[in-house]
């Protein structure tokens, strides 16, 4: 019985920080973010290869010709995902919109509620644009993978995660969801309430050179919304040029006679996102330095939040936020990987199969090992941080 009894309460602990697991963990988050709809993607076409053959014989995607005209022997071509009119479509549609206005009127005044809202339905439709873009790039553009910019190209996630880590998001708060304060003394993340959220735990050494490298403002606390903001915004540009390039420019131009899904979305998406960043604009506060007196629901010192549109919307590299990006470093090393990769792929490319197979573990080997040390790196402040949650708890 008293088995049974740890057993519960250890599996209770457990679910209880499943939570705060998911939302203080930043590299998780940036993986399942950016790697999660091109993996059930790529899953889903392996099911479909392996189980149906018969029908996947006539749909090879390596051969886009056969998949950008209609066949009756292949049931997965672009107009199975491309028609709006299809009652899956249009009943997603009809959820969106009839969401969004339900926003507008019942939370006109609430601008916090309204950029929850706005927050969960441009998750939802990037991750959709996503899917489609990565579909039309893999039947419509068989090579050219080396270029991970493109849609088609497997190394495309790695350089979404370098544009959602650049330091350039710190010159507007929009690349963030909420606002928070930072305490250099206590080395502490505080929310608008004057709540701590985040410490970082890594001590210092006295030496200038090595404490660089400990300091906040290049570490790791990267909340899991911010990347969700980030990678609408970078899809709604990216798609937009996509769209555009298939509808004018490419060599069998237009991709759809009809007016199709992915237009559709991306002016959908450019919708939602006006409305949220207009709610961001409503709610963003700026914490006042010289403003020293604590917040009246807690004892914490953290100063009042002042509510301004203008105040860090347009900034080079804003104290403020300056703590909620990716340091030179990682930057460098994200720029590094995404050269690295591309160089993997143009072997494969270009090269023999076993050139390209020594080509391949050479140039991902050093990646590879940088990119683990980092994340490993990452969850060991990530622990540190929890343990010392955990024993606040206790106390």
């Not at 709809?37 to 099911?47: D, G, M, N, Y």
């Not at 644009?129 to 190209?153: D, E, H, K, V």
């Not at 131009?253 to 961001?280: D, G, H, K, Q």
């Not at 990682?330 to 494969?348: D, E, K, P």
Request: hydrophobic content about 40%.
């Amino acid at each position: 019985m008293a088995r049974n009894t740890g057993l519960r309460h250890k599996w209770t602990s457990a679910c209880k920080r499943l939570p705060q697991i998911f939302s203080d963990s930043p590299n998780l988050h940036i993986t399942l973010l950016l790697g999660s709809p091109s993996v059930l993607l790529f899953a889903a076409s392996t099911f479909l290869r392996h189980n149906y053959p018969e029908t996947y014989a006539v749909c090879n995607w390596d051969k886009p010709g056969e998949m950008r005209t209609p066949s009756l022997g292949c049931p997965y071509n672009r107009d199975v995902f491309e028609t709006p009119t299809h009652r899956g479509w249009l009943a997603f549609y009809a959820l969106v919109v009839i969401t969004l206005l339900h926003g507008l009127v019942a939370h006109r005044n609430k601008p916090w509620r309204l950029l929850q809202v706005t927050f969960w339905l441009h998750v939802l439709t990037t991750a959709i644009i996503r899917c489609l873009s990565t579909f039309s790039g893999w039947t419509t553009q068989p090579n050219r993978a080396s270029l991970i910019w493109n849609s088609n190209s497997p190394g495309n996630f790695i350089w979404l995660w370098l544009l959602v880590e650049m330091g350039c998001w710190s010159w507007t708060y929009l690349g963030f969801y909420d606002d928070y304060y930072f305490r250099e003394a206590t080395r502490t993340v505080h929310d608008r309430s004057g709540h701590p959220v985040w410490t970082f735990t890594v001590d210092e050494t006295g030496d200038k050179n090595t404490d660089a490298f400990t300091s906040p403002y290049n570490l790791i606390f990267r909340p899991w919304r911010d990347i969700a903001v980030r990678l609408s915004y970078v899809h709604l540009i990216d798609n937009a040029i996509h769209v555009i390039w298939f509808r004018y420019f490419h060599v069998d131009a237009p991709y759809t006679a009809y007016v199709n899904n992915s237009e559709i979305l991306t002016i959908l998406l450019f919708v939602i996102l006006a409305v949220y960043t207009y709610t961001r604009m409503r709610t963003h506060v700026y914490f006042d330095n010289n403003t020293t007196d604590p917040l009246d629901d807690t004892k914490s010192s953290v100063p009042f939040p002042i509510h301004s549109v203008s105040r860090d919307l347009c900034t080079f590299a804003s104290p403020h936020n300056l703590f909620r990006t990716a340091s030179r470093n990682r930057q460098l090393l994200l720029i590094f990987t995404c050269l690295m990769f591309m160089l993997y792929l143009a072997a494969h490319e270009f090269l023999k199969a076993s050139q390209a197979d020594f080509c391949g573990w050479f140039l991902l080997r050093g990646p590879s090992v940088l990119l683990v040390r980092q994340i490993h790196d990452s969850w060991k402040e990530y622990n540190k941080a929890w343990k010392k949650g955990e024993e606040g708890d206790e106390q």
